[in-house]
């Protein structure tokens, strides 16, 4: 699966999500600021364990809807101390994946 991210992920690299920023802090005060693009094209990421919660959208006749979510978990090694870094990705992969299968908007109509 870690595959299959990574090569969508290449070959979407002009998405405008993947260039939004993530920050890293590491408790010896070190501070990096790393592109969603960067940090996963890396690979330097884990999936986690997937667990079942309540959807925080509600429906017109849907109040509980339980959906699956897989946390990605970012890590890294700190530069300055060693130490680990970590952080989870803002978005599961069970939406990521179709975001980054979806065909970029037609130019001709957006421009």
């Known amino acids: 699966m870690k595959d299959t991210i990574i090569s969508l992920i290449k070959k979407n690299r002009n998405n405008y999500f993947l260039k939004n920023k ?3 802090k590491c408790k010896c005060g070190f ?3 790393v592109t969603y693009y960067d940090f996963l094209s890396m690979g330097e990421f884990d999936i986690g364990q997937t667990t079942q919660t309540i959807s925080t959208y509600i429906s017109e006749s849907i ?4 959906i699956r979510v897989t946390p ?6 700190c530069p300055v101390c060693g130490e ?3 952080a989870i990705f803002p978005i599961s992969l069970e939406n ?3 975001m ?3 065909a970029p908007p037609d130019l001709l109509m957006y421009g």
């Open 22 to 24: 993530i920050e890293l």
């Open 31 to 33: 501070s990096e600021k």
């Open 63 to 66: 109040y509980d809807e339980t």
């Open 72 to 77: 990605l978990n970012l890590s890294r090694k």
């Open 84 to 86: 680990g870094i970590t």
């Open 96 to 98: 990521l994946i179709p």
């Open 100 to 102: 980054l299968q979806m």
